[in-house]
């Protein structure tokens, strides 16, 4: 977990970022095939290096985190349980240009003048942060796994290819005072280019044949989402969703592997 104390400023950035509007924490629907996982599937072996090209995180701003730790201050102890659902390396990549990102929150308690931060940075230079979006939200009040989706309506223009962003989910105590604490974890996504025979083997591919080719390719966010878009969507889910549990315990997330698949969307905490 990192810690900081700062008017709602991650990692001491540059300049104080307005709220977004609306926040929506949700699972986007789209349109898949409900089939199982093709024989020998779940056996498969799974990458220890989700990075198949080379990965070379900017070198400035705060060191990426995907499990909380101790609290102090304000925050409370059940604070400290938020967690990224990333590899140990803290780094992904996707063909994506609006991926989904997911995290797991524990049940919160107390709640109370306490909201969610999503921030999506990019950092390649430093003197000239860039937000490419940011949204918050209140503490849900079910405990469980959430997506965040990058808009795709105009809100934020998305990743481009070959550029590694920050990306930091935060929860933030006492957010209505001037000196708020916050508690975040954090990491890097990168977009990356689909060369022409990929991206025709994806248009032909079902669902479940893209859960191979996300799994080959090492493209860990287009994996881990579309692993959830079938356990939501599948009448019977458990296959996938014994698909899903191997994937968290490979990358030593096991922990909350049997965690529930939450589809929130609400209004941002109030000001």
Excluded at 29 to 56: K, V, Y
Excluded at 86 to 115: C, K, R, W
Excluded at 213 to 225: A, K, M, S, T, V
Aim: with cysteine.
């Amino acid at each position: 977990m990192i810690w900081r104390k700062s008017p709602l400023n991650l990692f001491s950035l540059a300049a104080l970022l307005s709220l977004s509007l609306w926040g929506t924490l949700a699972f986007p629907t789209r349109s898949r095939a409900h089939s199982a996982p093709p024989s020998g599937a779940i056996a498969q072996e799974l990458p220890t290096d989700w990075n198949a090209a080379p990965f070379d995180p900017p070198q400035s701003g705060a060191p990426g985190r995907r499990i909380g730790g101790a609290t102090r201050g304000l925050c409370p102890q059940s604070a400290q349980n938020i967690v990224a659902l990333i590899p140990p390396t803290n780094q992904g990549q996707t063909l994506s240009q609006h991926p989904t990102f997911f995290f797991y929150i524990p049940e919160i308690v107390p709640a109370q003048d306490m909201q969610i931060e999503f921030l999506l940075e990019d950092q390649s230079n430093w003197q000239d942060v860039k937000t490419v979006y940011k949204t918050t939200m209140p503490i849900p009040k079910q405990s469980g796994i959430v997506a965040i989706a990058l808009p795709d309506n105009g809100e934020s223009e998305g990743l481009a290819v070959d550029k590694i962003y920050n990306w930091y989910f935060s929860v933030i105590c006492d957010y209505k005072s001037s000196e708020p604490h916050t508690l975040s974890t954090g990491g890097w996504i990168e977009r990356v280019e689909t060369p022409n025979p990929l991206a025709q083997e994806l248009e032909m591919a079902s669902a479940a044949e893209k859960v191979e080719i996300y799994q080959r390719e090492r493209l860990w966010y287009d994996l881990l989402d579309t692993l959830a878009q079938l356990q939501s969507e599948s009448a019977d889910n458990s296959s996938w969703s014994a698909r899903w549990q191997q994937l968290l315990d490979a990358v030593e997330l096991d922990d909350i592997a049997n965690a529930p698949l939450v589809e929130l969307s609400f209004e941002p905490a109030t000001p």
